[in-house]
């Protein structure tokens, strides 16, 4: 079991970053694929990125591209996005997620979640 907590959202104006860090506790961190999603009010939960469980692999929706960056420190057993060149489109919780598939872009494929952190970027 895989256990996750987020931290690093908060107020930021457009055009600013923030980083986000997922704190996971389990035994089964580092063989697991980790992704970031988010979810804005009255909108469903959509994928932001994710990384292999050896790093070397990541992916990312449009929208993000060039501009967040997904990563992870198995050593530590945390996962972090960088988040760059945000507007206020980014505005949304953001949940990390654990799975034990390859990739995916589905929530319905992920099996833990934290609790979720909020950002919220103003114009």
């Known amino acids: 079991q895989v256990q996750l907590v987020e931290s690093g959202g908060g107020l930021v104006q457009a055009g600013g970053s923030l980083r986000l860090s997922c704190a996971a506790s389990?035994?089964?961190?580092?063989?697991?694929?980790m992704g970031w999603f988010r979810q804005a009010p009255g909108k469903e939960r959509e994928f932001v990125a994710a990384?292999?469980?050896?790093?070397?692999?990541?992916w990312y929706t449009d929208s993000v591209k060039g501009r967040f960056a997904i990563s992870r420190d198995n050593v530590k057993n945390t996962l972090y996005l960088q988040m760059n060149s945000l507007t206020p489109e980014d505005t949304a919780v953001y949940y990390c997620a654990a799975s034990q598939l390859l990739y995916s872009d589905s929530p319905r494929n992920y099996d833990y979640w934290g609790q979720g952190t909020q950002v919220t970027v103003s114009s």
């Open positions: 990384v292999s469980w050896s790093g070397r692999s990541t």
């Open positions: 389990g035994p089964t961190f580092s063989r697991n694929t």
